[in-house]
């Protein structure tokens, strides 16, 4: 059916999200006793204790039915009774094409080293862009890729370069730690599935300082943004040596935000913020916000502006021209273009 997530809750059919639409998979609603049991399968699924979600009152964890599907869970209880929400994650890696990932993005896996960031709201596909770039990476050049993720969502093949893949917390107790041990794996690409706290964003930093890739994540929208949630991470006190080590590695920031189309789907609209001589600058001096003028600039070819790329949608009649203002960055810029 197409469909993206798979919803296990008490009360309810069993559904799934296909074009942001809910579809029901069961005639019967689910009891609580069938959620649990259906819960239960998808631990012995991914031969994992369930006292993780006992404990904690949520869990993460990946499972794969042969020749059907990998799946992302969130398990959790809700109101006593046990639900869960299943991504869809398909065996075969995603083509760039079929994802709409412009060829601006995809030339980012020619990067040697320093960091490159692709951010978004939840869901919004970046999951998706960051294993391109690494089956891109991993297609066109010898080395070894090590990818922290939790939970594992896409399995990469050894081709040209070895992969090694770890998942948070079956394979490593937390990303920071994974990632320190990673620059004692020789790598030449890691892939951080998300920044998630001061010490991985520290660790991350210093990886990319000493000539390594690091490719992560962040919930964050727009270029500018990311650097100041980056830097605002840090103690006040710190916050200036950040700003002169980011300059310094820092490559590019995508920004991605699914947009709904005419004909019921959403296709992804990027935003790419290259990192060039000026924007280190801005970077350095504590002068983000004149970040978005330069990407807004058109002027560098390497760069992607959002709201360009809403009307290249609008033109292209795959999204209409109300949808575009409410994702734009400057609606009022944007409405005069077209």
Known sequence: MGGADIFVIPGAAV?????NTLVKLTDKIMLPADTQQLVQQMYDFAHRDIKHLDQAGDDDFSFAIKDVSRFRC?????RGTLAAICRIVNFELPNPKDMFIPDIVMSLAEQRSGMILVTG???????TTLACIVNKINESREGHIVTIE??????????????????V???AATFSRALRAALRQAPDVVMLGEMRDLDTIRTAITAAETGHLLLSSL???GAAKTVDRIIDTFPAEQQTQIRVQLSMVLKAVVSQRLIPTLDGKRIPAFEVMTVNPAIQNMIRDGRTHQIDNVIYGGSDKTMLSMDAELARLVREKRITRDIALIYAANPETLAKRI
């Open 121 to 127: 709201p939840a869901g919004s596909g970046k999951s």
């Open 219 to 221: 919930h964050t929208i």
């Open 15 to 19: 559904s799934v999200k296909v074009n």
């Open 169 to 171: 917390p079956n394979d």
């Open 74 to 78: 969130n398990a959790y209880k809700q």
């Open 150 to 167: 939790d939970p594992i969502e896409y399995l990469h093949r050894h081709r040209k370069s070895l992969v090694s893949q770890r998942e």
